[in-house]
């Protein structure tokens, strides 16, 4: 007499938040921020087209809030010129 077949759980597989975020010049996922909180600086890199810019860091800033500053001050800059 045969058994009943069990199921088998499967693992939950998170999917990862990507790194990179979306570049306003060359409209590419390849900006990568690296915080200095030390220097109180954070630098922005794009892999794409080479954009690199340095901005000040407020305490308890995350990448996130320092890409949105940086994105919304480059918009303003590409808008009045």
């Known amino acids: ?31 990568m921020v690296e915080l200095h909180e030390k220097e109180g600086k954070a630098v922005i890199k794009c892999f794409n087209c080479g954009l690199v810019e340095e901005i000040e860091m407020k305490p308890g800033e995350t990448k996130v809030d320092v890409y949105t500053r940086f994105f919304d001050s480059y918009i303003e800059r590409a808008e009045g010129a």
């Not at 007499?1 to 390849?30: E, Y």
């Open 1 to 31: 007499m045969g058994r009943r077949k069990r199921r088998t759980t499967l693992p939950v597989r998170r999917r990862r938040k990507s790194a990179f975020f979306r570049c306003p010049v060359c409209q590419h996922n390849s900006i």
